[in-house]
């Protein structure tokens, strides 16, 4: 049972324009909410997290964005740069658990 | 890295034998966690260690076991390799929610 789904698969963007990945969950108990970033070869490396007690989280041109009541968050790349052509993961985990939860991944690719 | 080492880095085996894959940390973290990574499946929890000798099951321990006899170290151990089990190996540490990755292994089993 996947407890977070992961959308799109793939995904292409033009450079400078903005890049939305979704992720949907269905325990209720999820109360950690990161992204992942991965460059072929390497390990996946935490992006940015967020909790449910805000909507929204900013760091630089990356930003998630949380809806509790629909049990969903997304990540946004704003502006866009070749640099940022990776794969993302989101992932989910409840207090007091220590295991993380992933999404399937996003393979995104930044084209000039 | 957060100090985490994967050894070795690739490895290519045939069914039926035995292999282990090595984990090091330098930080001296309590929990460590073994994942595969495959397409379209993401990062699955293999095993993990919440302490030295305490080490639990995860979404898809079958096949596999693990040790912890130092908390520095965290071995994963496919008793007969499988096809199957062609894959990428990730080991992951955590402070509080935050889990960090190392390099990984990848592993080819012919």
């Known amino acids: 049972q996947q407890q977070v789904k992961q959308s799109p698969q793939s995904l292409i963007v033009q450079k400078g324009g903005i890049s939305i990945i979704n992720c949907a969950y269905e325990?209720?108990?999820?109360?950690?909410f990161p992204w992942y970033q991965q460059f072929p070869g390497k390990g996946p490396a935490l992006l940015i997290a967020i909790r449910p007690d805000v909507s929204e989280k900013k760091e630089g041109r990356f930003t998630i964005s949380f809806n509790k009541s629909a049990k969903q968050f997304s990540l946004h790349i704003m502006d866009s740069q070749p640099g940022d052509s990776a794969t993302y993961f989101c992932a989910a985990s409840s207090q007091g658990n220590e295991k993380l939860t992933f999404g399937t991944g996003t393979r995104l690719t930044i084209i000039p | 890295d957060a100090g985490i080492t994967q050894s070795p880095r690739h490895k290519v085996t045939e069914t039926g034998t035995p292999v282990t894959l090595r984990c090091h940390q330098t930080?001296?973290?309590?929990?460590m966690y073994w994942y595969r990574q495959d397409p379209g499946h993401g990062l699955r929890l293999i095993h993990y260690s919440y302490g030295v000798k305490d080490t639990d099951k995860g979404e898809v321990s079958d096949g596999y076991s693990v040790s912890r006899s130092k908390t520095e170290d965290f071995l994963l151990t496919l008793e007969s390799a499988t096809s199957s089990q062609t894959s990428v190996y990730f080991c992951a540490i955590s402070q509080g929610n935050e889990q960090y990755f190392g390099p990984g292994t990848r592993l080819t089993v012919t």
């Open positions: 930080e001296n973290h309590r929990y």
């Open positions: 325990n209720t108990a999820f109360d950690y």
